[in-house]
């Protein structure tokens, strides 16, 4: 089984991702959970640990803070998710794993949809055999970074695409070529995948198959729900416009009930020039000068 790195924040009695692997048969020393240096319920998640046999971490949140690049302006707390993401890699390399996928700590399943079109819940053999396949396509094509979509990526319609050009909730991570690639405020993940294509790297997630059955930003207690109500979800919404302002910009969404929100024109971030026939132009290590991919700090933050 693949391991499953999930970050938390305030939420050790509510751990739906921990709860819901458990119940459908994951091996728990195969599932991480993280939490930061400065938290203030750590005995709390350490008794929830030891209850389900799972693996406790506790980052250091300063040093996240130095190696976390912010995009405008840093919130009034300093902390998002993306620094806890950010982290794992470390982590991984002390405890030998090279391959893994990160999933907030409020899942509460996957579901099985054809063109959109919702089938069943999926079952723990549909979640291995799918997680198994992308970790082999990663392999093979020599990806950084790939995911699952969620039920959020439905909204408007049938869409017959194999792939989406985002990676959201569920997203897969090979460490030989990304390195730290989480900034921004709080739309870290959005940030990531979008720089990414920016760089001229191949990412994106299964359009179909198996979808997160996705929990609403700022619907539970804890969590990002805190720094959401810290620093409102106007910056989350727009991180990525200020990045990126040729190829993303922003609207009032119908189908998000006119919220503000973020429109990504992918086709303004993916470049359309092959650099040559005769090497694999998806690899991430096609061009030395590509690898690792990062997006640390080009400077030294104090």
Known sequence: MIDIFIPSYHRPYNLKTVRYF?????????????????????ADYEVVAKKYSINL????MDEARRRYDYVHRASVSRRSAGQARNMFYDYAKKLGIEFF????????????????KYLRKATLEDIMITFENIKNFMY??????FGISQTGDIIGGINKKLLRNKVMNTTFILTKYIYRGERGIQDDDTSQFTTIMNEGLFTGSLADGIILSQ????????????????????NKALVTVIQYPSAIFAERQEKNGGRLHHHIVSRYLYPKILKGTERDNIAWDTYSEDIPFTNEPKRKNK
């Open 140 to 145: 093979k094509r020599r990806i950084g970074c």
């Open 57 to 60: 971490y506790v980052f250091d």
């Open 22 to 42: 458990l119940k459908i048969g994951w091996d728990a020393k195969k599932i991480h959970l993280f939490i930061d240096s400065e938290a203030d319920d750590r």
């Open 215 to 234: 929990t609403l930003s700022c619907t539970a207690e804890g969590g990002l729900t805190d720094l959401y109500n810290e620093c409102k979800l106007l």
């Open 101 to 116: 996928m990160i999933q907030d700590d409020d899942t509460t399943g996957y579901q099985v949809k054809n063109y959109g």
